[in-house]
């Protein structure tokens, strides 16, 4: 069974690429920041703590609402499991939704296949399926740590590879990776998802592996996943259009180089 792999990305303006992360600890709390953001920001990822809190029925109540919602519960599991949770994820009407890539070409192929399978036959949008590779928190020595030597860049190399050979459509990684990924993955519509993004007035907290929201986008990021520095802000929404600009300016400046 084969069906269409890549999504056609339309990528307009800023907006488009920015995807804020609801990590709290309601559904509540959720729902007054996206109210908050209403109009600048259009993308959301729910990730292990929200949907922990609120439950598939927090992300099929947000996605009804038209904003796109990125499921970020990083699948690792036995191929059946993964699969089975992706096909649960896109009846639920997420736009993106990720697996580990560490989790093997077999696992990642039957997800790709049997969900597409799932979206032709019931009529739904095929959500984005993206491999995580190694998680911005990480570093040499938490690879090392689990035992995998020779660096972040090669092992992320590795899973990039891996991921578009089982037929994802991209892969989260730090934006520090995007131009080792893009030397090996010979494909301009791989997306890469960058977390780790930190405007220069923020603090790091947990992030190893950071960027600016602008140096992100000149880097050639297709998605910023920004968290703390927008909905711990005093005003998310003031927050939010001030990383927008910086995204924004540096998006014109890219083009007007080339
Ligand atoms: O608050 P902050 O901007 O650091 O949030 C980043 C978000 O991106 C978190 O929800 C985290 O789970 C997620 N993430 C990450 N690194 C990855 C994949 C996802 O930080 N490699």
Redesign the pocket.
């Known amino acids: 069974m084969t069906y269409p792999r890549r999504v056609p990305v339309k990528l307009t303006d800023s907006r488009e690429k920015l995807i804020v992360?609801l990590?709290v600890e309601s559904g509540e709390i959720a729902r007054d920041i996206v109210a908050d953001l209403l109009g600048v920001v259009s993308t959301f990822?729910i990730?292990?703590q929200l949907f922990s809190a609120a439950g598939g029925s927090f992300v099929s109540e947000l996605a009804a609402t038209g904003a796109r919602v990125f499921l970020?519960l990083?699948f690792h599991d036995i191929p059946n499991t993964v699969s089975k949770a992706g096909i649960e994820a896109a009846r639920l009407g997420v736009w993106m939704f990720?697996v580990h890539a560490s989790g093997g070409s077999e696992m990642m192929k039957q997800t790709v296949n049997d969900v597409g399978e799932f979206c032709l036959k019931s009529n739904l949008a095929l959500p984005r399926i993206i491999g995580?590779?190694?998680?911005?928190?990480s570093n040499a020595d938490t690879l090392r740590e689990v035992g995998i030597g020779g660096g972040v860049e090669e092992y992320v190399a590795r899973l990039a590879r891996l991921t578009t050979e089982s037929g994802l459509h991209g892969v989260?990684?730090?934006s520090n990776e995007i131009g080792v990924i893009r030397s090996v993955v010979d494909d301009p519509d791989f997306l890469i998802v960058t977390?780790?993004?930190?405007p220069l007035s923020a603090t790091n907290?947990?992030?190893k592996r950071v960027m600016t929201p602008g140096a992100a986008i000149a880097k050639g990021s297709n998605y910023l996943?920004?968290?703390?520095?927008i909905?711990?802000a005093p005003e998310p929404r003031i927050e939010a259009m001030r990383i927008l600009e910086q995204m924004n300016a540096s998006s014109q400046e890219a083009s007007s180089l080339q």
Not at 195 to 198: E, N, S, V
Not at 225 to 229: L, N, T
């Open positions: 992360a990590d990822k990730g292990l970020d990083k990720n995580v590779t190694v998680l911005t928190s989260v990684a730090s977390p780790g993004i930190r907290d947990d992030q996943v920004i968290g703390r520095p909905i711990a």
